[in-house]
């Protein structure tokens, strides 16, 4: 089973910083997931919509200039990255999770996932998309049809994983609370990964990885390592 850090290694360092992509790497974490908006001409890895749980200002991530964003500190330690410097830190060293979040697809995501190819020593089935905008993910499928997506839900749906296949998805990402046996036993007959997310409890790691889960976002990939390897005790 696949060990994501949600955020980077977000127990040990802010969230969605270099410093949480540092911790996760050092945890020889298998990817990292990373949370996107698009703003101006560029992605901020960034969960929030709004600004004040994470930094010292308030109000809405949009209504600020990307200059203005670019001066915050999450947590009041470490800056904003762009996508790019999240791609081009973490280097092809490990899977990386893009979840968009405000999203303009339009607004050159591609260009981006390209240069982290060309440029940051990432192979193209190292990058997944995902998000709990489906439309967004037909986009880009339909624009990109070889771009590896993940279709996120937070229920356990009634045809279990078929809008994940619909979507000619990869793999379909389920909240812990709702992943049941047989939702994974629907997606895997569909040829479809299942990633699971928020799992931060050893008595879950062991339980999904028995269930035959592909992988886990945790936030604390260190525990999660010394769990299910052994490794860090
Ligand atoms: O991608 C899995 C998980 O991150 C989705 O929820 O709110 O933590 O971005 P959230
Ligand atoms: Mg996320």
New binding site residues.
Partial sequence: MLIFA??GASFEAPENTIAAFSKALDAQADGI?I?VYPIEDEWLVF?DRYLARLTAQSGRLQDLTLAQLRTLKVFGQQPIPTLDEALDFIGGRCQV?I?L?GADIKRGLTRHLRRAVEYANFEPEQLLV?S?NHHWLAQLKQDHPLQRI?A?T?SCPLNYAYFAAQLEAWSV?I?VDFVTQEFIDDAHERGLKV?V??VDEPDDMRELNQMGVDGI?TNHPTLAKNVLHGLFV
Avoid: A
């Fill in positions: 949600h955020r997931e949370d969960h999770n979840e979040k995902s709990f993940g996120l937070t990402h909240d990633f997310f928020t976002f």
